[in-house]
C-alpha cells in the first residue's frame, strides 16, 4: 500500500515538475555548490577586471627615479609597492641612510592607499596640524600614513596599481623624483589623469 501511494505522488510530483527522490541526488540547474551551473552573467558579477603592475613596470619605475637621484647628487632610497600595498621592488643607495628604507616603504603604502601623492594634508586632503597627523599615522598605522612628501600614486586609466616612494632628499625633490618615475611608464599620479 505504502509503495503505491509513494509510486502514485512521485508521478504527481513529475507531472508537477517537482523532483522526484531520484533526482533530488543529481544536481540542479543551478546548484549553488558547483559553480559551472551557474549562469555566465551572474557570475561576471562576482569578479572585476584589474590592472595591475608588472615587475618591467615597477624595475622601469625604480631605474628611472635612481638615475634623477644621482642626477640630483642625493642618495635615496625607493620602495614600490602594488595596489594593496605590498612591497614590488625596494633599493637603497650605497651611502644612503639606512631609515630610509622605511619612510620610503611607508610613502609607498601610504599613496597607494590614498590613491593620492603624498602630502601634509588628510586622506581628503584636509589641512593637518601637529596632533591629527601623529594621530592619522597612529590610527593607521605608522606603516601605511605619513605626512611626508615624496610618494606618488602610479594611476592606470583611473586605477590605482601601485605607489613609489622616495626618500632621502628634501621633501620637494623627492616628490619631483617620484612623479618623474611613474611618468616614465606612462602612468599618471592622479585618478582624473593629470
Keep these: 500500500m505504502r509503495a503505491q501511494v509513494r509510486c502514485r ?20 540547474e543551478r546548484d549553488p555548490m558547483n559553480p559551472a551551473s551557474h549562469p555566465a552573467s551572474h557570475t561576471a558579477s562576482y569578479t572585476a577586471s584589474a590592472k595591475r603592475l608588472t615587475n618591467a613596470g615597477a624595475r622601469q619605475i625604480l631605474e628611472t627615479a635612481m638615475e634623477k637621484a644621482r642626477a640630483a647628487g642625493i642618495q635615496v632610497a625607493v620602495a614600490i609597492v602594488d595596489g594593496g600595498g605590498n612591497l614590488l621592488l625596494l633599493e637603497r643607495m650605497d651611502t644612503a641612510r639606512f631609515h630610509l628604507v622605511h619612510s620610503s616603504t611607508t610613502k609607498a603604502r601610504c599613496c597607494a592607499s590614498n590613491k593620492r601623492p603624498t602630502t601634509s594634508k588628510g586622506a581628503v586632503a584636509q589641512p593637518l596640524d601637529v596632533a591629527h597627523a601623529l594621530g592619522l599615522a597612529l590610527a593607521a598605522g605608522p606603516e601605511n600614513w605619513t605626512a611626508m612628501e615624496g610618494g606618488c600614486p602610479i594611476i592606470f586609466d583611473g586605477e590605482c596599481v601601485g605607489g613609489v616612494g622616495v626618500s632621502g632628499g628634501s621633501w620637494d625633490m623627492d616628490a619631483q623624483i617620484a612623479e618623474e618615475a611613474v611618468r616614465s611608464i606612462g602612468a599618471s599620479v592622479s585618478i582624473d589623469g593629470k
Design 9 to 28: 505522488r512521485a508521478a504527481l510530483r513529475r507531472r508537477a515538475g517537482a523532483p522526484t527522490m531520484a533526482s533530488r541526488n543529481e544536481p540542479s
